[in-house]
T-cell receptor, first 119, second 115 residues
Framework: AQKITQTQPGMFVQEKEAVTLDCTYD???????LFWYKQPSSGEMIFLIY??????QNATEGRYSLNFQKARKSANLVISASQLGDSAMYFC????????????????FGKGTKLTVNP | DVKVTQSSRYLVKRTGEKVFLECVQD?????MFWYRQDPGLGLRLIYF???????EKGDIPEGYSVSREKKERFSLILESTSTNQTSMYLC??????????????FGPGTRLTVT
């Protein structure tokens, strides 16, 4: 079973409008973390935002906010006032709990959503 | 700023050749990771390392090995390449800060083509 599901392979939005990218996750562990990364055509993964499972408030970073609904196991990314430079692949990821000595952890990624911002 | 660099952006190899992909980070991070990325599959973890000379298998370790002799350097080795290893390979290192969720920083990626 997929641990991270992104149901939108592609999304289109007009410049200056807001867009929501969906992400649902599956875990039975009470302690986890959720991330969103952006990957432009250049290929580099860029960290956008992080939400811890115990965080009381939804995370925000500039134009990015994470709509965290714990009971629904969803962690949607909201981009306000879209810009042409926001066109990219967006990946949702979940940090799996500690499984090894040294406290290492793994990220499990969704398959991504390709966002296109139209002028 | 954290910097993660990878030795090559593009590589073309013939089937059966040996390939070294090198990754270097400059932030003294203990944890480092190798992923491969394929269209429609997202990123999948190949191996990770939580200390010098320590390594753990990820989700798809078959056909790969790794080496970590120095803290800043994590190498991915393909002993005998095959066409199904054509992919984008991404290296990452992670912060030790819990309040940032142990955020991972990624390198620019190496696009490997095996013919």
């Amino acid at each position: 079973a997929q641990k991270i599901t992104q149901t939108q392979p592609g999304m289109f939005v007009q410049e200056k409008e807001a867009v929501t990218l969906d992400c649902t996750y599956d875990t039975s562990d009470p302690s986890y973390g959720l991330f969103w990364y952006k990957q432009p055509s250049s290929g580099e993964m860029i960290f956008l935002i992080y939400q811890g499972s115990y965080d009381q408030q939804n995370a925000t970073e500039g134009r990015y906010s994470l709509n965290f609904q714990k009971a629904r196991k969803s962690a949607n990314l909201v981009i306000s006032a879209s810009q042409l430079g926001d066109s990219a692949m967006y990946f949702c990821a979940m940090r799996e709990p500690y499984q090894t000595q040294g406290g290492s952890e793994k990220l499990v990624f969704g398959k991504g959503t390709k966002l296109t911002v139209n002028p | 700023d954290v910097k993660v660099t990878q030795s090559s952006r593009y590589l073309v190899k013939r089937t059966g050749e040996k390939v070294f992909l090198e990754c270097v980070q400059d932030m003294d991070h203990e944890n480092m990771f190798w992923y491969r990325q394929d269209p429609g599959l997202g990123l999948r973890l190949i191996y990770f390392s939580y200390d010098v000379k320590m390594k753990e298998k990820g989700d798809i370790p078959e056909g790969y090995s790794v080496s970590r002799e120095k803290k800043e350097r994590f190498s991915l080795i393909l002993e005998s390449t095959s066409t199904n290893q054509t992919s984008m390979y991404l290296c990452a290192s992670s912060t030790p800060y819990r309040d940032r969720g142990y955020e991972q920083y990624f390198g620019p990626g190496t696009r490997l083509t095996v013919t």
